[in-house]
Each structure stands twice: as C-alpha cells, then as structure tokens.
C-alpha cells in the first residue's frame, strides 16, 4: 500500500513539473514568434536599402543642381583677378616701411621652383594631394575625429584644391551652401586641370601676410629673392603662413613664424620628402628676412598717417601706388629705440609714466621720425597727430613771440612777484617769486608770473592770433591762464611752430610725402619746392632763438645739453599730468611728450626731467658723423636761398635792448 500510495504522488509531481515546463517553452515561443514576425526578410532589407538609396541620390542630385545652377556666374576669372590697390611707402633712404592692399608678384610655375617648394606646401596643407580628386575622405575623418576629441575645431578637411576654389570663386561667409560650391568647384577644377597647374595656381593666389598674394610677392617682399631661389628654410617659413598670415608674419613675430616652420619642416620628414636629419639641421629658433633693424612696429603711427593723407593728393585711388615719404629709416630706428628704452626704465615706472610721443622733423617741415605711442599693436591711437593735451610752458613760445611785436625784447626786465588776475593768482614751479630778471632770464627758468604779465599786456588776443598764425589750430580759451598752456594742441602743430622759429621765421607745413608714383611710374603727384613764407621778422627771429637758446645753455632745459649748439622750451601741466620737451638744433627740430592716455598724473616728471632726457638721447645719436653749425648760420642760409638781402645778418646779432621795466 505504501509503495502503491508513494508512486502516484511521485508521478503527480512529475506531471507538475512537466506541465510548468511545457506552458513555459510555448510563452517563450510566442514571444520569440512575435520578435522574428517583427524583422524584416533579406529582401525587404535589400528593398529599404534600395529605396533609401535612391531618395539619397535625388536629395543629393537636388542640391548639387540648385547650389551648381549658379556656379557657371561664379566661376569667373575676372570677378577672381579683382584686388584692392597696393600701396608701398617708402622712406627717404629708400626703405620700404610698409606695403598695403594686395600686392601680387608676378605669376610662376610650380615646376620652375625648386622641389622643396612646393613640397612644403603639400606637406602641411594636403599631405595627399596627389592621390585624392580635389576632396580628402580620410582627410576629413581625420579631422572630424581631432575636433571630436578636442572639444573643438582644432583641424580643418579642406584640400589644397578647395582652398584654391574658395579664394578664386567664393566669399569668405561659412555656411553650408558654400561649402557645397567648394565642394562642387574642387571637383571642377580636378577635372580640368592638372595637378601641377591646380599647385601653381594654388602658389599664386594664396595670401602670405602683409598685403602679399602669391608666392612671387610674398618670396621678394619677406626674403628680397626671387622664389626659384627660395632655400629650404625660406619655402618651410612661406608654407606655414596661409593657416595664420597675421600671426606668423615673420616681420611681426619672428620667432612664432619660426615655430611654424620648424612645424613645416618636421611635416615633410614625415610625409617622406626629406629626411629626418635635414629637417633638424635646417631648423631655426627664428627668421631672419631682409627687413629687419630697419625699422620696428612704431613706424605704423607714420604709415597709417600718410595712408590717411594719400587722396587729399590723387583723390580715389584705383591703381597700385609708391609713396616716397621724407621719414628717414635710420632715425626712425633711433627714435623707437630711445623712447622705448626711456618708457622701461626705473625711473619712468616708478615715476608711473605710462605713454610717450616723439616727433622730429626738418626746419621746413618734413618729418624725419614719427613715434606716436609706446606700443602700436596695443593702441594704435597717433599721440603726435591725433591727441591734444596742454602743452604747458611750451606754449609760452607765442606769448613772447607777441611780446616781440609788441617791442618788449629779451633784455628788457620785468618783477616777478606775486599777482593776481580776476582772482586767479599764478605760482612758479618752485613757488617762489626772484625779483626782477630779464626777459630772457624768465624764459630760461619758465617763470610763470612774468609770462603772464606779459601775455596781459600784449593781449591775450594777440597771443592767440601769433599762435594761429604759426599753424595752430585749436580753438584756444581767451583766459589768463592761457600763457601757462591750459588750452589743449597738437603735438605735431607746435612742433612745427618750433620749427618756423628754427629755420628763421618761414612758414612750415609738416609734412611726409614727397611724390606719389603710379602704375608704370606715372607721377601722380610731387611736392614742389615752393619758396615759403616769411612769418616772422628777422631780429624777432633772432632774438627768440636767443632767448630758446639760454634755456638749455642755464635754464630748465639744461638735461638737453649735446655737443653742438640747441634751442628749445620745457613744459609741465598741473599735478605733472603732460611733461614737454620741445627743441631743435640747425638740421633738426624735435619734440617729446610723456604722460598717461586717461590723464592720471605722473610723479613729480617736469619737461626738464625725463622728456629733455629722451630728447638728448635721441638727438645726439641723430647727429652723429653730422657737421656741427650754429642757429644762426644755418638760418641766414635759408634766407640767402629765398634770395633775402644782406640785412639777414642781423639774425645773429640784432637783438632789441629795450627799456626795463618795474
């Protein structure tokens, strides 16, 4: 019983496990049915592919026909060969300050250069430019996979053919349209001409910096040499400039350019041109081309000044020009340097001097030097063209040239003594008063309470009108305070009224170009050498140099001091927010400001401190190997030019005695 009873339990547990394993494998199958009815067959997997396929190629055909039906317009090589003028200014010694528009050199063959030239190109633009049909896959996979990676576009697809197709056909906008007529012009291109020309035309339409299109242009403007002469180095140098033309320009930043060529070099050791030893050999740590020590980056104050200046001459300008300009190279050079130097030193930064000016110029105007701020990539703003500022003591010039009108000479004496005028009482630098002096005694020592006793006696009307007629032409405040220089100028106006004074008492005109050359040497303008007006009387002329002379000789000026015979006047504005000095010898007339752009005051810096210091610095390296003559000979020289008579001689010793006064 007990084994008849065990049995059938046994076998009903079986049937209970065999019933649950049963009703378990028919839900899976049903679910696996569902999953394999939902998955298509092989064909309808060829189907889809088939019809996704072709929807693709009239998606594709669509926009290649609505972006290519306006191509054959584009594809035109009259819109491709259109420019903008090349302007070349050039210095008085011939040396070419900067180049401007586009400038294309003469057009040249690929195989007429030397390998390396064309194969350094290759290399870091389109290592497969031989193998691909004007688009790079693996270019462009690559280059997705680097900015994927990189967060950013760090690398760009574009082969050697699209970019040519982009600088010949298209606008420089990014968007997807263009890209397609890139696209679209590359394989057009591929397809009608060579390998060799697409390079060639590649070679001579990229831009290298500086205005520079083409390898010719770019070859003779950085390295003064034919590009079929271009060495290794050179060709390296010229291939790294179209990613960044601005940032690698060798005459900007030579060692940054290096940096790229070196990059350059070690992408065609790479791509198997040449070995890895000749690219370490050939590498430098900077780039050396024919225009360096001419001149820095303060030239630029003066290039952009005459370009500035080019259509008050010609009008529009159509046509590629030259500028031949009165600024000497050599000068310039000096100039950057001395103010540069003087800006870092010591003395300016704890001094808190921020921002400096130099100016220099010839008797009759022309200008020789221009630095217009310490930095031009910084600031490009002309501190000796654009900006006023109060020219303080300087300006005192005009109030004693009045008085000369006037008939008060510079022996005549006045008291310095404490005054007030409308309430407004004017104190020496010094703040102290010394009695009674002579007219040239306060112009040695800048006295403030005599000057404006003078300027009130004369007129301040007067005043005004001198400095007007000696090229000023800021609106100057009729007030008493006017003859300590409150009311704003140019530096490069009273510059030039120094220079009237410098050359005798001619009207000066500062200026900087002295003939404009068009295409085929056409002249479109040149200065004439007019016979200037005579401003001044001559025994005024005389005894104002005299007066000018003393300051440095025993006066403020004194830090001006060089080896041959000068002239000028200190000048400082209140809380020493503008310090000047303004002087000249017989060859050369020079003015120097310091102070800050927004006007904060510098610490206790006077015309007579570190202005008169930079103007010595720069004039006597200006005059070395220079012959030295006196003011007054070489006035009386100018004079004799005009054909003045005899009585020019007075020049050098008519000075008035007048009568002192109390």
């Known amino acids: 019983m007990r084994k008849g009873a065990t049995t059938p339990r046994k076998r009903n547990k079986k049937r209970v496990s065999s019933g649950s394993s049963t009703s378990s494998k028919k839900s899976g199958s049903g679910i696996l049915s569902k999953i394999g009815g939902m998955i298509p067959g092989p064909e309808a997997i060829a189907r889809f592919i088939v019809i996704v396929g072709i929807w693709a190629l009239v998606i594709a055909g669509g926009v290649v026909a609505y972006y290519g039906y306006g191509l054959p317009e584009k594809v035109s090589f009259e819109v491709a060969s259109e420019r903008k003028p090349s302007i070349r200014v050039v210095s008085v010694d011939g040396v070419v300050l900067g180049s401007y528009g586009d400038r294309y050199g003469s057009p040249v063959e690929v195989g007429d250069l030397p390998d390396h030239v064309g194969q350094a190109f290759v290399s870091i633009e389109d290592r497969r430019f031989y193998d691909h049909f004007g688009i790079d896959i693996l270019g462009i996979l690559r280059a997705s996979w680097v900015n994927l990676m990189s967060g950013r576009i760090a690398e760009g697809g574009s082969t050697i053919t699209q970019q ?61 040499t034919d590009p079929r002469r271009l060495n290794l180095y050179e060709a390296a140098v010229l291939a790294g400039l179209p990613k960044a033309p601005s940032r690698y320009n060798p005459l900007v930043d030579p060692e940054d350019s290096a940096k790229r060529a070196n990059i350059v070099l070690d992408a065609m050791a790479s791509n198997g041109v040449i070995t890895g030893a000749r690219a370490e050999r050939a590498k430098q740590r900077t780039v050396r081309t024919t225009r360096q020590g001419k001149s820095g980056p303060g030239v630029r104050y003066f290039t952009d000044w005459v370009l500035d200046r080019v259509r008050d001459y010609i009008g529009y300008v159509d046509q590629d020009l030259t500028i031949n300009t009165t600024l000497d190279s050599r000068l310039q050079e000096i100039a950057e340097l001395n ?25 009759d105007g022309a200008v020789r030097a221009m630095v217009g701020g310490r930095n031009y990539f910084e600031s490009q703003y002309n501190r000796v063209t654009q900006a006023r500022r109060q020219p303080g003591s300087v300006f005192k010039l005009f109030v004693y040239l009045a008085a000369l009108d006037k008939g008060i000479g510079s022996n005549d004496w006045m008291r310095d003594m404490a005054i007030s005028v409308n309430g407004w009482e004017p104190r020496n630098f010094d703040r102290k008063h010394h009695g009674t002096m002579s007219i040239r005694d306060a112009v040695a020592t800048s006295n403030n309470s005599i000057a404006v006793q003078v300027a009130m006696e004369v007129g301040l009307d007067n005043v005004i009108k001198k400095a007007h007629d000696m090229g000023v032409s800021a609106e100057l405040g009729r007030e008493p305070s006017l003859a300590l220089g409150t009311s704003e100028v140019s530096m490069l106006e009273l510059t030039g009224a120094y220079a009237i004074v410098a050359n005798g008492g001619f009207s000066v005109f500062p200026h900087a170009i002295r003939k404009i050359v068009g295409q085929g040497g056409e002249v479109l303008y040149e200065r004439n050498d007019e016979f200037p007006v005579r401003l001044m009387n001559p025994l005024h002329a005389g005894e104002m140099n005299n007066m000018l002379s003393s300051v440095v000789a025993k006066g403020t000026g004194r830090n001006a001091i060089i080896d041959r015979p000068a002239a000028g006047k200190t000048g400082t504005t209140s809380d020493s927010r503008d310090a000047w000095f303004i002087g000249y010898t017989a060859e050369l007339v020079a003015g120097v400001w310091m102070g800050n752009d927004n006007g904060s005051p510098m610490d206790d810096v006077s015309g007579g401190d570190l202005p008169a210091k930079l103007w010595h610095d720069f004039m006597l390296h200006a005059h070395q190997n220079l012959p030295v003559r006196s003011l007054g000979k070489a006035a009386l020289a100018r004079s004799q030019k005009v054909g003045e008579d005899g009585s020019w001689r007075d020049f050098t010793s008519g000075f008035t005695t007048g009568n002192k006064k109390q």
């Open 164 to 224: 040519l197709a982009k600088n010949l056909f298209l606008s420089p906008e990014r968007n997807f349209g263009r890209k397609i007529e890139e696209v679209l012009l590359a394989l057009w291109l591929e397809f009608k001409f060579s390998k060799q020309q697409i390079l060639s035309l590649y070679l001579n339409r990229i831009y290298f910096g500086s205005g520079m299109y083409g390898i010719d242009a770019a070859s003779r403007h950085y390295f003064g």
């Open 339 to 363: 103010l540069e130097r003087a800006l870092a030193s010591p003395v300016a930064q704890q001094k808190h001097v921020g921002q400096a000016a130099l100016l220099a110029m010839t008797p």
